[in-house]
């Protein structure tokens, strides 16, 4: 199992540049989440899913949409990237159920200039 | 309002001393908690969830409701111990969506 796994690594944009962080997991997960880590911010929420077909907002969503057509995918759009939008980005899955331990990507270091 | 807090944003402990990494959490329903570990180049991962109330690694946290709290604790630290570490609340109607507090780096001193 790769788990859960993200792309690219790294990414340098310039205001105003769309790009879709891509997010996926082999673990046959339904709940799928983003984050995003800023210093002094911990881990924040911006959009997460319940299953195939279903998307809700989180903390942060703004400037970020997302959809899940399948079980195994969950990509994060930015459509006009903002300076405010540099970040290191988490993709993360578990299994339905509250306690359920949740697994995450490697991240996606993101620099808006 | 739902809340983590992590009151403390960097923690320095010498080797062997006591740990305790303070959360406290604003939930209307029943509580369930966690503690997420980031060791250096290496993915976030569970330490240990409350309602499992097992030691991992010679940590243990307690849920306390009358003080909405769960902080985490070791008797004795490890230089290994170094970490970020984050606290993390599950909310919502299907319990899935998950908040985090703002973490708390753990610097153990030789």
């Known amino acids: 199992n790769a788990g859960v796994t993200q792309t690219p690594k790294f990414q340098v944009l310039k205001t105003g540049q769309s790009m879709t962080l891509q997010c996926a997991q082999d673990m046959n997960h339904e709940y799928m989440s983003w984050y995003r880590q800023d210093p002094g911010m911990g881990l924040r929420l911006i959009h997460y899913s319940v299953g195939a077909g279903i998307t809700d907002q989180g903390e942060v969503p703004n400037g970020y949409n997302v959809s899940r057509s399948t079980t195994e995918d969950f990509p994060l759009r930015l459509l006009s990237a903002a300076p405010s939008q540099t970040s290191v980005y988490f993709c993360?899955?578990?299994?339905?159920?509250?306690?359920?331990?949740?697994?995450f990507g490697p991240g996606t270091r993101l620099t808006v200039l | 309002a739902q809340r983590v807090t992590q009151p403390e944003k960097l923690l320095s402990v010498f080797k062997g001393a006591p740990v305790e990494l303070k959360c406290n959490y604003s939930?209307?329903?029943?509580?369930?908690l966690f503690w997420y570990v980031q060791y250096s180049r290496q993915r976030l991962q569970l330490l240990l969830r409350?309602?499992s109330r097992e030691s991992i690694k010679g940590f243990t946290a307690d849920l306390n409701k009358g003080e909405t709290s769960f902080h985490l604790k070791k008797p004795f630290a490890q230089e290994e111990d170094s970490a970020m570490y984050y606290c993390?609340?599950?909310?919502?109607?299907?319990?899935?969506?998950?908040?985090f507090g703002k973490g708390t780096r753990l610097h153990i001193l030789p």
């Open positions: 993390a609340l599950i909310v919502g109607n299907r319990d899935d969506k998950i908040i």
């Open positions: 409350h309602i």
């Open positions: 993360a899955s578990k299994n339905a159920g509250g306690y359920n331990e949740q697994f």
């Open positions: 939930y209307s329903g029943s509580p369930e």
